[in-house]
């Protein structure tokens, strides 16, 4: 199964937290507090984010943070790049890869195509859609939406 960790999913929902007022600079425990987490683990996510550019960090009395841009700008691939680096289904994924088969493997160009495929359904949904209630399925088209992509034939 694939999933992205606890960290990464615990960032989203501070990030939606700071999105709804996405001027306004909260505390990390006022984060903690409205995304319903523990402060320890508000503070664990605080920092990449920080660091990849998407939240600005203020100190002081009245320190915390906001979001460095708004809310339409920060995309699902920006979050879990800066949570776990870049996406990268399998080892091969990545362009430096230390695969010891990579050059006689006939499966290398279909994960990188995938790769590209999830990245590319990530870097579609911004911050301020994940604010949005999620679409009613089609219950007439199957309750599910299907991705269209053609494989690499070896």
């Known amino acids: 199964m694939l999933r ?4 990464t999913d615990y960032a989203t929902v501070v990030l939606t937290v700071l999105a709804v007022e996405p001027d306004r600079v909260l505390s990390a425990a006022e984060l903690a507090e409205r995304a319903g987490l ?6 664990k996510v605080l920092r990449p984010l920080a660091q990849a550019g998407l939240l600005e960090a203020f100190r002081g009395a009245h320190g915390g943070y906001r979001l460095s841009r ?3 700008d920060i995309s699902l691939i920006a979050i879990v790049e800066a949570m776990e680096g870049p996406l ?11 695969c010891g088969i990579a050059s006689q493997c006939g499966a290398r160009a279909n994960w990188r195509r995938i790769n590209d495929i999830v990245a590319d359904a990530l870097r579609g949904v911004s911050l301020a859609q994940m604010l949005d209630a999620p679409p009613h399925p089609d219950p007439e088209a199957g309750g599910t ?9 070896v």
């Open 70 to 72: 708004p809310p339409e």
């Open 38 to 43: 523990e402060p320890p683990t508000v503070s």
């Open 145 to 153: 939406r299907r991705i269209p992509a053609r494989l690499a034939t």
């Open 88 to 98: 990268a289904m399998t080892e091969c994924s990545l362009d430096d890869t230390s």
């Open 4 to 7: 992205v960790t606890r960290l």
